[in-house]
């Protein structure tokens, strides 16, 4: 009768195998599912997206604007006003500026918190730039739109029914240029001397 087992080193190299597997697996899925998760219960201060606001009502509440770079990100970001006044349900317009004082072509995109915790699952954005992705030519300047609003479900909230500031912040990451700059790039990279002449 043969012996089947499996060599004990092959044995252990399999099992390590399997284990740099399953965290390699767990730390790709970990941001979308993340993300998601703070979506659907709104933890992390996760904000819903809509059509539309749905009317003011009588209530107020004060929603500050707060901005930073991701290290390693060139760009001067920040909020073109600090804070606004609005009515619950009503729909507010802030802008946020982004320059790029750099000589090349920088993409970014823009991840968002809202705080306290317990009121992100009724701060609702209509139109975000931190929905697409942003590219800036060197020095160029642009601001950027974000129409929110505060759901008015806020108010029967136990936990978030007291709050009477809402802060939104933006943290800006530098991201890989599209296709079509690269390529670009690529174009203006080619020596002199290797392009045909005929």
Same mark, same amino acid.
């Given at each position: 009768?043969?012996?089947?087992?499996?060599?004990?080193?092959? /044995?252990?190299? &399999?099992?390590?195998?399997?284990?740099?597997?399953?965290?390699?697996?767990?730390?790709?899925?970990?941001?979308?599912?993340?993300?998601?998760?703070? !979506?659907?219960?709104?933890?992390?201060?996760?904000?819903?997206?809509?059509?539309?606001?749905?009317?003011?009502?009588?209530?107020?509440?004060?929603? !500050?604007?707060?901005?930073?770079?991701?290290?390693?990100?060139?760009?001067?970001?920040?909020?073109?006003?600090? /804070?606004? @006044?609005?009515?619950?349900?009503?729909?507010?317009?802030?802008?946020?500026?982004?320059?790029?004082?750099?000589? @090349?072509?920088?993409?970014?995109?823009?991840?968002?918190?809202?705080?306290?915790?317990?009121?992100?699952?009724?701060?609702? /954005?209509?139109?975000?730039?931190?929905?697409? &992705?942003?590219? &800036?030519?060197?020095?160029?300047?642009?601001?950027?739109?974000?129409?929110?609003?505060?759901?008015?479900?806020?108010?029967?909230?136990?936990?978030? @029914?007291?709050? /009477?500031?809402?802060?939104?912040?933006?943290?800006?990451?530098?991201?890989?240029?599209?296709?079509?700059?690269?390529?670009?790039?690529?174009?203006?990279?080619?020596?002199?001397?290797?392009?045909?002449?005929?």
């Amino acid at each position: 009768m043969s012996d089947t087992s499996m060599d004990p080193k092959k /044995k252990t190299v &399999l099992q390590l195998a399997c284990v740099i597997l399953t965290m390699g697996t767990l730390a790709w899925a970990s941001v979308p599912l993340y993300d998601l998760f703070c !979506r659907v219960t709104g933890w992390g201060g996760a904000t819903d997206v809509a059509d539309a606001a749905p009317g003011a009502i009588t209530e107020e509440v004060t929603v !500050r604007f707060d901005a930073s770079n991701a290290k390693g990100m060139p760009w001067e970001f920040k909020p073109v006003e600090l /804070k606004q @006044r609005i009515r619950i349900g009503e729909e507010g317009i802030a802008f946020y500026e982004a320059h790029n004082p750099t000589d @090349r072509v920088i993409a970014g995109t823009a991840s968002f918190n809202v705080s306290p915790y317990s009121a992100g699952a009724y701060f609702s /954005k209509i139109q975000c730039f931190c929905f697409e &992705l942003q590219v &800036l030519e060197p020095g160029q300047t642009v601001q950027m739109p974000v129409s929110y609003f505060v759901e008015p479900e806020i108010l029967e909230d136990a936990d978030a @029914r007291f709050v /009477k500031t809402i802060t939104l912040s933006y943290t800006f990451h530098e991201t890989d240029l599209p296709e079509e700059y690269t390529s670009e790039q690529a174009a203006l990279d080619v020596p002199d001397d290797q392009t045909d002449v005929n």
